[in-house]
């Protein structure tokens, strides 16, 4: 017997010795180099190379690789090229305010993980906010109604919104989708921003030329805190004329920084859903006060002026 | 926007799913069901010729401001030399004038520049030019410039078509002598027929020339290379042209075109003979300048 001849050698030991042995030998006569060649053969992978899989190979001899996209639309960049898409558009935005790429890229550039973490945590902490999270409502030029809307009585959300739309001459055209900011929910929660600018302009009732452009960004940086509103309230007026600085400076400003201070957060408010709403109701709630009408200013001065040249 | 018009597009069929053994029973026309690359994606092959011309109807408007950006200019150092090289024009005395035919040429550089060289340099006013492009749009751009220029001056010798490089209905076999390509060849769906129709309509003694983005050998200036193509350029196409998509596109799409050699030998099998040492590669290989000649 094998086991007087290996001495102390279990059975179990013995066992698993021959089977080890069995196995190693069918292995290597199943995968010995012949055969190996012989299915790679088979298979068409040995002598024939398309010129595909060449292709395919240089791609994946790239020494740059992106991150896997998070969203349908999303470019992971790195942080030196969103540094760079900083300061290109910062530069590009300073000097043309109305190219929308400078905005959008300038936006999304300093949209930092901190600034939109925070803006999440005060969604998820209000009912209103989780809503809004969880059914992720966009804005398209579809889903928002505009014939209904006009038929909404006059001091109602939706009415006010749609008349503004028609003195201002705009649309609410489909805003330009987020790309640059990874996680999907923050950049859920950025596009929901860009949407809503809109509604922001209606009730208060800011025109879109640049004066009202800066009021409503001082009032949305004071409100709900992204950088790029800031950035255009800090710097943007220098562009202006001097008697719409002073404008500025003494009526609107104060009046935003008062009232984006003191209302209620506007990134939770789910629009779609309140616009049958009383629009005083909605302000008193908000505590969002009534700036002066600027066109209306605009006009008052310019007569002013002409006034006093003849 | 492109990335719409993308997805439309890009999708792939069932039958493109199965493995390649079972697409040839599976249906009846194989070429149709064959994909190929657009970038780092892969389409329909059919799909891409509209795709590359969605592009190029996309960059036309700023094409030259962005080249010009994207390359901090040596993109015209490339070009001068790339028609100093080819050195083309009708020589004092000779009996007949040349037909060059500039092929995705459309906003015309380059066939402004040999007109130029050989007015310039041999005296030559006869030679006839045609520039071809696939995209009407980049043609118009052409043709914009040209009406601007000093060669609108009634002679007639510059003719604009419209015409895809891999068939050229439009051309007749052996009526050209000098065929260039600059920047152009690798947005053909299927290069080596286009370089089999170069073959074509080339007379014999008749000049192949493509100045066209190529591999880096060098690994050190490669990683910078690829670095600045794949971030600063679609950064640029981004703040410039408000179009991400289309640069994307443009420095993948070099990635995806054959090495040196390869295209060389590519060249080679269009039937051309291809003197040593078979190409000349400009700023590292960034850019390389292929000839050949039909004997």
């Known amino acids: ?310 | 926007m492109l990335s719409r018009t993308l997805l439309r597009m890009g999708r792939q069929r069932p039958a493109a799913m199965l493995p390649s053994f079972a697409r040839s029973y599976a249906s009846s026309s194989n070429k149709k069901d064959d994909t190929t690359h657009f970038g780092y994606r892969t389409v329909n092959t059919e799909d891409k010729e509209k795709l590359v011309r969605g592009v190029f109807s996309l960059v036309a408007s700023n094409y030259d401001v962005m080249n010009d950006a994207m390359s901090f200019g040596v993109h015209r150092l490339w070009k001068h030399h790339f028609i100093n090289r080819l050195d083309a024009g009708m020589r004092p005395g000779a009996l007949k004038p040349l037909d060059f035919l500039d092929v995705a040429g459309g906003t015309g550089d380059i066939a402004f520049g040999l007109l130029d060289h050989a007015s310039k340099n041999f005296g030559d006013v006869s030679s006839t030019m045609t520039v071809a492009d696939i995209n009407p749009d980049m043609l118009a751009e052409g043709k914009v410039r040209y009406e601007a220029s000093k060669w609108n001056d009634g002679s007639n010798r510059v003719t604009f078509l419209e015409q895809n490089g891999e068939t050229m209905d439009a051309i007749p076999d052996a009526s050209k002598d000098v065929y260039t390509i600059a920047f152009g060849i690798r947005n053909f769906t299927n290069i080596q027929a286009g370089l089999n129709t170069a073959y074509r309509v080339l007379r014999p003694g008749g000049v192949f020339a493509c100045l066209e983005f190529s591999h880096v050998d060098n690994p050190v200036v490669d990683y910078a290379y690829q670095a600045y193509s794949f971030g600063l350029l679609p950064l640029m196409g981004q703040l410039i042209a408000n179009d991400r998509d289309s640069y994307q596109y443009l420095v993948e799409s070099i990635r995806r075109f054959p090495k040196q050699d390869d295209f060389s030998s590519m060249i080679k099998k269009a039937g051309f003979y291809v003197p040593e040492p078979g190409y000349e590669n400009l700023t590292f290989g960034v850019a390389s300048i292929h000839i050949g000649v039909k004997l």
């Open chain 1, 1 to 310: 017997m094998l086991s007087s001849g290996l001495g102390l050698r279990s059975v179990a030991q013995k066992r698993s010795f021959g089977l080890s042995v069995l196995t190693t030998a069918m292995a290597s006569l199943m995968f010995s180099e012949n055969n190996r060649l012989a299915s790679k053969m088979e298979s068409g992978k040995l002598h024939y190379e398309d010129s595909n899989s060449r292709f395919d190979k240089m791609l994946t001899e790239a020494t740059f690789k992106r991150r896997a996209p998070e969203y349908p639309s999303h470019v992971p960049l790195y942080n030196v090229e969103k540094f760079m898409m900083f300061v290109g558009s910062g530069i590009g935005a300073y000097f043309h305010p109305e190219r929308n790429e400078f905005i959008v890229g300038l936006g999304e550039s300093t949209a930092i993980k901190p600034v939109l973490r925070r803006l999440q945590k005060q969604m998820l902490s209000d009912p209103v906010g989780r809503q809004i999270l969880k059914e992720r409502p966009r804005m398209t030029s579809t889903s928002l109604d505009l014939d209904y809307l006009k038929s909404l009585p006059p001091n109602t959300i939706g009415n006010t919104y749609v008349k503004w739309l028609e003195k201002e001459g705009v649309s609410p055209d489909t805003r330009v989708p987020v790309r640059y900011i990874d996680d999907a929910e923050l950049a859920y929660i950025y596009q929901r921003y860009r949407e809503c600018h809109d509604f922001y302009h209606s009730i208060t009732g800011l025109p879109i030329i640049i004066e009202g452009e800066i009021a409503v960004k001082v009032f949305e940086f004071m409100n709900i805190g992204m950088p790029m509103s800031g950035l255009g309230a800090l710097f943007a007026p220098f562009h202006l004329k001097k008697h719409q600085m002073e404008r500025l400076y003494s009526i609107y400003y104060p009046w935003a920084i008062k009232c984006g201070l003191n209302s209620k957060p506007l990134i939770n408010v789910y629009w779609e859903n309140i616009l049958e709403e009383d629009l005083d109701v909605f302000r008193k709630k908000m505590c969002i006060e009534q700036p002066p009408d600027l066109r209306a200013m605009r006009k008052l001065y310019f007569a002013a002026k002409k006034a006093a040249k003849n």
